[in-house]
Antibody, heavy 120, light 111 residues
Framework: QVQLKESGPGLVQPSQTLSLTCTVS????????VHWVRQPPGKGLEWMGG???????DYNSALKSRLSISRDTSKSQVFLKMNSLQTDDTAIYFC??????????????WGQGTLVTVSS | DIVLTQSPALAVSLGQRATISCKTN??????????MHWYQQKPGQQPKLLIY???NLASGIPARFSGRGSGTDFTLTIDPVEADDTATYYC??????????FGSGTKLEIK
């Protein structure tokens, strides 16, 4: 069955770089897109960006200068790197998969999410 | 970016109908489809897809949930509401695939 699992550090210092990994199973990264969505404590969902089946990427314009999403299809992993973290980047970070096809821009499968706290 | 506007909160009596609205600042229709989707999120959980392409029920979602709308006005209806429907509901557009956006969420309370 389709599974996604986020991993990474729970605590990041201000101005440092966040690196998260989404390890997937049950589907191919070349057939579906994987996206990152974050949620600050008590707030709403924010699409950060995604990597499509063909390997191309798109990013939220508000984060584009700090954000990079990549993948390793042989390991079934998608990576998020975001630099210059500040306290308002504290959030639960989810990875999520497109519904049936890569070009479906809605999300039927979600990881459990990983809480990232930005603090010194 | 396409902006999605939702009311912050709604309270509905058990067994009644809940109607949650989502309005966009741009048309999200394209070639016969409305690229609007709905999610339910309970505290401490990941979002769950309820409705895709405005009116299609996602797998495993009870028929109490329905969606309708087109253009810039969309609604999610739960009829009848059950106690377990207490959650926050988000709309999301994919008309602009390169800039996906969510609404701010509507918190549903069951009285």
């Amino acid at each position: 069955q389709v599974q996604l699992k986020e991993s990474g550090p729970g605590l990041v210092q201000p101005s440092q770089t966040l690196s998260l990994t989404c390890t997937v199973s049950g589907f191919s990264l070349t057939s579906n897109s994987v996206h990152w969505v974050r949620q600050p404590p008590g707030k709403g969902l924010e699409w950060m960006g995604g990597i499509w089946g063909d390997g191309s990427t798109d990013y939220n314009s508000a984060l584009k200068s700090r954000l990079s999403i990549s993948r390793d299809t042989s390991k079934s992993q998608v990576f998020l790197k975001m630099n210059s973290l500040q306290t308002d980047d504290t959030a639960i970070y989810f990875c999520t998969r497109s519904h049936y096809y890569s070009a479906h821009g809605w999300f039927a499968y979600w990881g459990q999410g990983t809480l990232v706290t930005v603090s010194s | 970016d396409i902006v999605l506007t939702q009311s912050p909160a709604l309270a509905v009596s058990l067994g009644q109908r809940a109607t949650i609205s989502c309005k966009t600042n741009q048309n999200v229709d394209y070639y016969g489809n409305s690229y609007m989707h709905w999610y339910q999120q309970k505290p401490g959980q990941q979002p769950k897809l309820l409705i895709y392409l405005a009116s299609n029920l996602a797998s495993g979602i009870p028929a109490r949930f329905s969606g309708r709308g087109s253009g810039t006005d969309f609604t999610l209806t739960i009829d009848p509401v059950e106690a377990d429907d207490t959650a926050t509901y988000y709309c999301q557009q994919s008309r602009n695939l390169r800039a996906l956006t969510f609404g701010s969420g509507t918190k549903l309370e069951i009285k």
